[in-house]
């Protein structure tokens, strides 16, 4: 059972010159906020909306480890008015780990809050109703033993009334399968096929850290070497920058938050669109005034930032742009002639716009600078290709890049070793499997292999509920057999 931190402080500011109809609308806006970045671990996001009377109280340190025991909770799935009383809402949340808490959250007149606190509910145990579908179609052979337990797995992510579409390839004993359900779109009766691109999300950067690690093969720059010569003179100025290497970048060690404090404040930010005006002045506009709070190298924080960056950088020691490097090095010479930020509808079958947590449909994200964490659009035969492309002894540049990626650099507080962006993990007789995951608000994704073994799982999904869980589940039990 985890254990639910209380944090609560007494509204210093009362709301003036509203009516209470819209003192509620007010507070419904600034929670919505508040559960965008619980659900993205935007810490310091969340931090920002506080109003000064609350962070003359409660250090941004204080709430981070408050906030940690909430996201292991998972996505907030859903959120009801309890009550309102004065200038104080309460919420009854719900999570994925099926747990509800209560939250009460009060709101001053600038829009800032004065108070946050969740809570235990007498019912916070409850599991969390969901659903689920009468029927989905479905394309699956079940000719094995593992084929049937797969597609079993499967179904019980595909019948949630939050879900739509699901496609899974799996690479085990020299056999390619895969197991596709739902519908492109809903009411089309369509399935999706091997070559249906989803979001892939943060699975981009393990593609990120390959192009990283094709520069040091090449022994175009070394992964210890510091990033600050590769800035301009007006971010590089900034001595909280200095320890900052291309290895702490890739391995999430370099001290930077997960989103600069300015990533919602551009011209033009759209909630729904989040990341599509955060550009390179927005992000090196960060940079410049960046105040660290740790020495880089020290801890693993993950960072959306970190990684917009080191594409950047990547960028700039290229000096191409992102898509071409991408292009050039890994695209064409493994043929994945379906993976890219920008869709082509005329040549390539774009899933529709995905579901978020209540199973409505929000639009695909653009990116800008930050496109190296999470911009690129795949399939599952393309992310399978290049799972496949990892089991190879290393002869060719690329291999050898990609074999460094899996070089281990970090222990995390996960209990998880990192290499360059990929998670490693151990099973109890010794056998290793590296993995990343991917999420938008409408996307779930996860790749996993095992070069010993030569096994290989990759799950995408077009809705925002996780597909960690059966990916899991799937992942070792094949490596089990």
Request: with cysteine; aromatic share 10%; glycine share 6%.
């Amino acid at each position: 059972m985890i254990r639910i931190l209380f944090f609560l402080l007494l509204t210093c500011t009362a709301l003036t010159g509203l009516g209470q109809t819209k003192t509620e609308e007010a507070n419904r806006a600034v929670f919505n906020k508040i559960e965008f970045f619980i659900n993205t671990q935007m810490t310091d996001s969340i931090y920002n909306l506080a109003s000064e009377a609350f962070r003359e109280q409660v250090s941004k340190d204080q709430l981070a480890f408050m906030l940690q025991n909430l996201y292991q909770l998972g996505r907030i799935i859903d959120v009801e008015v309890e009550d309102f009383k004065g200038q104080t809402a309460t919420y009854r949340v719900s999570f994925t780990a099926e747990r509800q808490l209560l939250a009460k959250l009060a709101v001053d007149s600038t829009f800032r809050y004065t108070t946050l606190a969740f809570t235990a509910t007498d019912n916070s145990t409850k599991k969390v109703e969901k659903p689920e579908k009468e029927e989905v179609i479905s394309q699956v052979a079940t000719e094995t033993r593992l084929d049937y337990y797969i597609d079993s797995v499967a179904n019980t992510y595909i019948r949630k009334g939050n879900t739509q579409s699901l496609s899974i390839a799996v690479f085990h004993k020299n056999k390619y399968t895969t197991f596709l359900y739902g519908e492109t779109e809903k009411g089309n009766n369509t399935l999706p096929t091997e070559n249906t691109l989803y979001e892939i999300g943060s699975i981009t950067k393990v593609f990120t850290a390959t192009l990283l690690a094709d520069l040091v093969t090449k022994d175009v720059i070394r992964l210890d070497d510091s990033i600050m010569s590769f800035l301009p003179d007006s971010v590089s100025s900034n001595p909280a920058l200095k320890g900052i290497t291309f290895k702490t970048l890739a391995n999430h060690t370099s001290g930077l938050p997960r989103m600069g404090d300015n990533w919602n404040r551009v011209a033009g930010y759209n909630e729904k669109d989040p990341f599509a005006t955060y550009d390179q002045k927005a992000l090196f506009s960060f940079l410049k005034n960046y105040k660290a709070s740790r020495e880089p190298g020290e801890e693993y924080e993950y960072s959306n930032l970190g990684y917009g960056l080191l594409s950047e950088l990547i960028a700039i020691v290229c000096k191409k742009n992102y898509i071409q490097c991408l292009e050039e090095t890994i695209l064409k010479p493994l043929q994945l002639n379906h993976t890219t930020d920008k869709p082509d509808a005329k040549k390539q079958q774009i899933i529709s716009p995905g579901l978020d947590k209540e199973g409505n449909t929000t639009p695909l994200w653009n990116w800008e600078a930050l496109i190296g964490a999470g911009g690129l659009k795949s399939n599952i035969r393309d992310l399978m290709l290049f799972a496949v492309e990892q089991f190879k002894m290393p002869e060719n540049e690329l291999q050898k890049a990609m074999a460094l990626t899996r070089q281990f650099t970090f222990f995390t507080p996960e209990n998880l070793d990192i290499g360059l962006a990929w998670r490693i993990s151990m099973m109890e007789d010794g056998i290793i499997y590296f993995h990343h995951t991917g999420g938008t608000a409408g996307s779930s994704s996860f790749v996993g292999l095992s070069p010993d073994t030569k096994t290989a799982v990759v799950i995408l999904s077009n809705a925002s509920e996780s597909v960690l869980p059966i990916s899991r589940e799937i992942m070792e039990k094949l490596l089990a057999e």
